[in-house]
């Protein structure tokens, strides 16, 4: 691939230490961004920091505090941020909402919404003030389905659609746009939260039976990252291999 469209941009990308969010934010460094990673993971970092020309920061992003300290740091060491690609996520266990645990509970909308929202929040005011951004959050489509014995999950991904739909609308002027995604299941190491039985519903559920690769992807969240998305915000874009009903 030999386009630069990110030549000058900087970009974060959280939970971009594996997975869905290194694919991004190895594609995005691959045509021309400077990339911040933001992960909780020190292994995973430090494998990152050793293999790809990419920067890492380790950061509790349900701690608003680590997140504005980090995201302070990655505008001192990078300049400026253009471009957030909200990817850090969790599934939480997959059980009824009778058995749901209440802890479980609350961790799975820190991690899904609340630090999804405190990193939206934090970067908004420079790039409003720089009448340029894009974010792009990545729910689900369990978002807008709801997947049984994943309530919490299901739940914080609509909270992520919602989030994202009214936050496009407040800077819509402001030369920012804002949207999600809703991949359904692609194979990453998240696999490892979920039941073998829950595995095997997503896929029963995806009419091209086959899981999403993180390639396919990045594509999207990299052309909605890109200039060329300029008239598109508040938008949800499927990625579910022909799953998604509307």
């Given at each position: 691939m030999s386009t630069q469209r990110f030549a000058g941009r900087v970009a974060v990308v959280t939970g971009g230490a594996s997975g869905i969010g290194l694919a991004i934010a190895q594609r995005l460094r691959l045509e021309g961004a400077q990339v911040a990673v933001w992960d909780r993971d020190q292994q995973r970092l430090a494998a990152v920091a050793k293999n790809e020309d990419l920067h890492v920061y380790e950061v509790a992003l349900q701690d608003y505090g680590s997140v504005q300290s980090?995201?302070?740091?990655?505008k001192k060491d990078l300049g400026k941020v253009d471009i957030l690609v909200c990817?850090?996520?969790i599934t939480g266990p997959n059980t009824t909402v009778i058995d749901y645990g209440?802890?479980?509970w609350k961790e799975v909308f820190d991690i899904n919404v609340h630090a999804l929202f405190h990193c939206n929040k934090v970067v908004m005011e420079d790039m409003t003030a720089q009448q340029y951004g894009r974010v792009v959050n990545i729910a689900s489509i369990a978002g807008k389905e709801g997947n049984p014995n994943a309530s919490a999950y299901s739940a914080s991904k609509a909270a992520v659609i919602a989030l994202?739909?009214?936050l496009a609308k407040e800077v819509a002027t402001k030369g920012v746009t804002v949207n999600s995604i809703t991949p359904a299941a692609v194979e990453t190491p998240m696999f490892a939260q979920m039941t073998q039985t829950h595995i095997d519903y997503m896929l029963s559920k995806i009419?091209?039976?086959r899981f999403g690769k993180v390639e396919e992807i990045a594509a999207i969240v990299c052309?909605?990252?890109?200039?060329?998305?300029s008239f598109s915000t508040g938008a949800v874009f499927d990625v579910s291999g022909g799953r998604a009903t509307y």
């Amino acid at each position: 691939m030999s386009t630069q469209r990110f030549a000058g941009r900087v970009a974060v990308v959280t939970g971009g230490a594996s997975g869905i969010g290194l694919a991004i934010a190895q594609r995005l460094r691959l045509e021309g961004a400077q990339v911040a990673v933001w992960d909780r993971d020190q292994q995973r970092l430090a494998a990152v920091a050793k293999n790809e020309d990419l920067h890492v920061y380790e950061v509790a992003l349900q701690d608003y505090g680590s997140v504005q300290s980090t995201y302070a740091q990655t505008k001192k060491d990078l300049g400026k941020v253009d471009i957030l690609v909200c990817s850090a996520g969790i599934t939480g266990p997959n059980t009824t909402v009778i058995d749901y645990g209440i802890e479980d509970w609350k961790e799975v909308f820190d991690i899904n919404v609340h630090a999804l929202f405190h990193c939206n929040k934090v970067v908004m005011e420079d790039m409003t003030a720089q009448q340029y951004g894009r974010v792009v959050n990545i729910a689900s489509i369990a978002g807008k389905e709801g997947n049984p014995n994943a309530s919490a999950y299901s739940a914080s991904k609509a909270a992520v659609i919602a989030l994202s739909k009214s936050l496009a609308k407040e800077v819509a002027t402001k030369g920012v746009t804002v949207n999600s995604i809703t991949p359904a299941a692609v194979e990453t190491p998240m696999f490892a939260q979920m039941t073998q039985t829950h595995i095997d519903y997503m896929l029963s559920k995806i009419p091209m039976h086959r899981f999403g690769k993180v390639e396919e992807i990045a594509a999207i969240v990299c052309w909605l990252a890109s200039e060329e998305a300029s008239f598109s915000t508040g938008a949800v874009f499927d990625v579910s291999g022909g799953r998604a009903t509307y």
